[in-house]
């Protein structure tokens, strides 16, 4: 079952924020909204997750709604090598609750 | 962010013969860390849970004979491709748990390439 739907494909500005829709409308009050990115050949990086409320590091934003029904990672300032398949996943957090990883969105920026 | 190894890389090797890969999380202690498989132009397929001092838990479908994991100590779980064939060529990535971090969640292996010739 497909608990997070992505768009397949996306493209960006160098130098523009990059906006990634997630959508989880069957998330449970206990899930965590996760967000991974895959650069090609490489492992999945962590990026951030948020319960609730929204987020951010280093590296990125998290906004989700007020329905929790969906999300979206913001890239402030995208850069070549920003380029990378997103994945967003929802998950308990805590203990050994595994990942389940979708299809997710291939971002590309653009120079 | 925690980091985690793997070794080798990449690795080619011949028809029917078994390749270990190993996956150690670097500074931290992992009591579970878990293999997964991607094959061109798909997702991550998670193959197995790795928990240490313990059989691992493996996902429907996958043969717990032909993929042989041993996870003997917390920084250390090793994947096994026993007779492997060229179907069984495919990225292989592992990730660690690291429970006490700040986000207890996963990092992952940069991947292992496998090819079987």
């Known amino acids: 079952d497909a608990k997070t739907t992505q768009p397949p494909s996306m493209d960006c500005a160098e130098g523009r924020a990059a906006n990634l829709p997630c959508n989880h409308s069957?998330?449970?009050?206990?899930?965590?909204v996760y967000w991974y990115r895959q650069i090609h050949s490489q492992g999945p990086q962590y990026i951030i997750h948020g319960l609730k409320n929204n987020e951010t590091n280093e590296m990125a934003s998290l906004i989700i709604t007020e329905d929790r029904k969906s999300s979206t990672l913001i890239l402030p300032h995208a850069t070549l090598r920003d380029t990378a398949v997103y994945y967003c996943i929802v998950r308990i957090n805590f203990g050994n609750e595994k990942l389940t990883f979708g299809t997710g969105t291939r971002l590309t920026i653009i120079p | 962010g925690a980091v985690v190894s793997q070794h080798p890389s990449r690795v080619i090797c011949k028809s029917g013969t078994s390749v270990k890969i190993e996956c150690r999380s670097l500074d931290f202690q992992a009591t579970t860390m878990f293999w997964y498989r991607q094959f061109p132009k798909q997702s991550l397929m998670l193959m197995a849970t790795s928990n240490e001092g313990s059989k691992a838990t493996y996902e429907q479908g996958v043969e717990k004979d032909k993929f042989l994991i041993n996870h003997a100590s917390l920084t250390l779980s090793t994947l096994t491709v026993t007779s492997a064939h060229p179907e069984d060529s495919s990225f292989y990535i592992c990730?660690?748990?690291?429970?006490?971090?700040?986000?207890?969640?996963?990092?992952f292996g940069p991947g292992t390439r496998l090819t079987v010739l």
């Open positions: 069957t998330i449970s009050g206990n899930e965590y």
């Open positions: 990730s660690a748990r690291d429970p006490a971090g700040v986000t207890d969640t996963q990092y």
